[in-house]
DNA sequence: CAGAGGAGTCGAAGCGCTTCGACAAGGCGG
DNA sequence: CCGCCTTGTCGAAGCGCTTCGACTCCTCTG
């Protein structure tokens, strides 16, 4: 194992001046900088992270929490920690990944022990049990997602119910007057992650605004309950033309079934989703879709939380615009 | 923040013993450690995580490295993630989380500076530029997936050919005497994962001896990939009546044109996937599988990547044998 | 031409923990 | 009843790095 002091004497300077060139705290000379650099390739020198830590009391590391329920949308997820962590080693820094499966004193470990500078919290609910822990601990911290209490955090989000009143116009812009909304699971919404919610209230109130009159059933992803639910629907509201679908594994279920009903898309039935573009794109028919901005939304995040780190960021709530996009699955409402 | 001392001041001990109840490494008395106990959940006390990796040379991290190819199936890399995060955290170690784009030198990053005692690579290639890297740098290494060369580490992987031919044999048993096996993308193919290949491999040799031919087509998880595919291969193989399916995004466009094909599934048809349960259940059918045992599968990596940073085990390659699960897609050959 | 001040470097003091050797106190066999 | 081993505890020496103050040259400025 190659040291700093080896370096230093390789180079002829010392120790703490190849700390320096290493840092950029003070000025060295172009001459030492050189030869100590090079010192460092021929010798393959490798700072230890640990002695690193422990004198500088940073550590590099962001912990990226992501409690796994089965019954949330997994790409996303997996986009946003993919995504987090590229960001983040452009900062210098690395991610450590927690689940919940150690519950909410995760936080107190990572964050007390001085394993992480900072954390990011993944599916945040409403309540959430971490948010305390948090806030004692005084670290930076970034929540994706959007807790009633948002004090001593940046939050980021998507703007859901903005998403939601895209749909209504949207449809409504096509003429449809009676749409329905397939929501996330009954789970989700037990849950209290609150970006359902907020989807359909935003939904809610820009469909009443433009005289549409909408019907919201939550479903989970399969078959057999987007069957029983599409039933239900065109039993209470015959008239229904518009689906916005915010479950994106009940989309497939739900094309494939109109398909078998033989209800066609968008001649008979617009269909929009709020989901991620590549589900958007990938199915069976091009989905008019909002996008959830999965990378945006963790670039964001980190560079929030790197300039949090770096004391120069306030907390902040910061609500990604939502776009829509019109493709083949959305079109006038049938006359 | 509470250090150390502050405990041993409190409990009225030595710094060493205090760091001794902590390991076990010598034997204390039972008051001894009763009071040290005692004072460090009044204090709350947490041992400096860089502190201790300094002194004792050992992070308790492990890097888990995922490339991020978009063509690859992501829920389980996912799922393999979450359950090595999970298992960790039963040995006391973190998980720190490496995306691809950094390149293969982030191994050396990582492992050479101390911040992990050892790596787990996944989506491994045949002939992988980070094993070289991983080799010299001498830390306990895992891979998932089966490199060309496996000298020096361990391996854990499902063994795929076993999977090709159970399926074989599944269908052989049901009467089927032509099957069709719809691959992964052709980037996976071009990409020398190995996996695949003996997938292929397997269903070929084990169809062979049971006198069954077999028509192989790589196929992206599109509809419209996948109905290009299906055209040929009614063209050039009109008799068969059995699939197997390894790209899982491929599976719902499958049996959805299947069905507008008016193909009865498994009357006329009958799919075997090769895919993690979930898939397998919930589809429009449930399908008949071999199972993708993520979990399983990382549960023995770190298993085994433990103990050799314990030092108690050699390299070893670990195949999972598969399992194939009849349910609703496979059915006796039509007549 | 003296003094101020900047640039470049060094030495040393930690950061909080682990671990090794030492040592005191008691239990045991011979 | 002495020496020996075991058990329990302590002190001190690092682990490899960062960082603060101090020091030495220079280069300006008045």
Redesign the interface.
């Known amino acids: 194992m190659v040291t700093l002091a080896d370096v230093a004497q390789h180079a002829g300077v010392s120790a703490s001046t190849v700390s320096y060139v290493l840092s950029g705290k003070r000025t060295i000379s172009e001459v030492t900088k050189q030869r100590v650099e090079h010192s460092i390739r021929e010798l393959?020198y490798?700072?230890?992270?640990?002695?690193?830590?422990?004198a500088s009391?940073r550590?590099n590391?962001i912990a990226?929490m992501m409690p796994?329920r089965?019954d949330m949308y997994?790409?996303v997820?997996?986009e946003i920690?993919?995504a987090v962590?590229?960001n983040a080693?452009e900062h210098g820094f690395?991610?450590?990944?927690?689940?919940g499966?150690?519950g909410p004193s995760a936080v107190?470990?990572?964050v007390?022990?001085?394993?992480a500078d900072a954390v990011i919290l993944m599916d945040v609910e409403l309540d959430d049990a971490r948010l305390p822990l948090l806030r004692e601990s005084g670290r930076p911290a970034v929540l994706i997602g959007l807790p009633a209490q948002t004090t001593g955090f940046t939050c980021v989000d998507l703007d859901f119910a903005g998403a939601g009143s895209l749909c209504a116009e949207h449809l409504a812009g096509l003429g449809h007057r009676e749409i329905a909304m397939i929501g996330e699971a009954p789970a989700v919404y037990e849950r209290k992650t609150g970006f359902a919610e907020r989807t359909v209230d935003g939904l809610r109130s820009r469909a009443r605004e433009l005289g549409v009159r909408v019907l919201h059933r939550p479903c989970e992803?399969?078959?057999a309950a987007m069957a029983s639910a599409l039933g239900q629907i065109f039993t209470e509201r015959p008239g229904v033309t518009g689906f916005v679908v915010q479950n994106e594994?009940a989309v497939?279920?739900l094309l494939?079934l109109l398909?078998?009903d033989r209800r066609a898309v968008p001649e008979d039935i617009s269909v929009v989703a709020v989901c991620p573009e590549?589900v958007a794109l990938?199915?069976?028919v091009r989905l008019t879709s909002v996008t959830i901005p999965a990378r945006e939304m963790a670039r964001r995040a980190v560079d929030h939380l790197i300039a949090k780190i770096e004391g120069k960021a306030d907390d902040e709530v910061v609500l990604l615009q939502p776009e829509l996009v019109t493709r083949a699955s959305s079109g006038p409402a049938p006359v």
């Not at 007390?112 to 394993?115: K, N, Q």
């Open positions: 393959g490798l700072p230890n992270a640990g002695a690193r830590a422990l009391s550590s590391i990226l796994l089965t997994v790409p997820m997996m920690a993919i962590a590229t080693r690395d991610v450590l990944m927690l689940t499966e150690e107190r470990r990572v007390g022990s001085g394993l992803g399969t078959y594994q497939e279920p494939s398909r078998q590549q990938q199915g069976s």
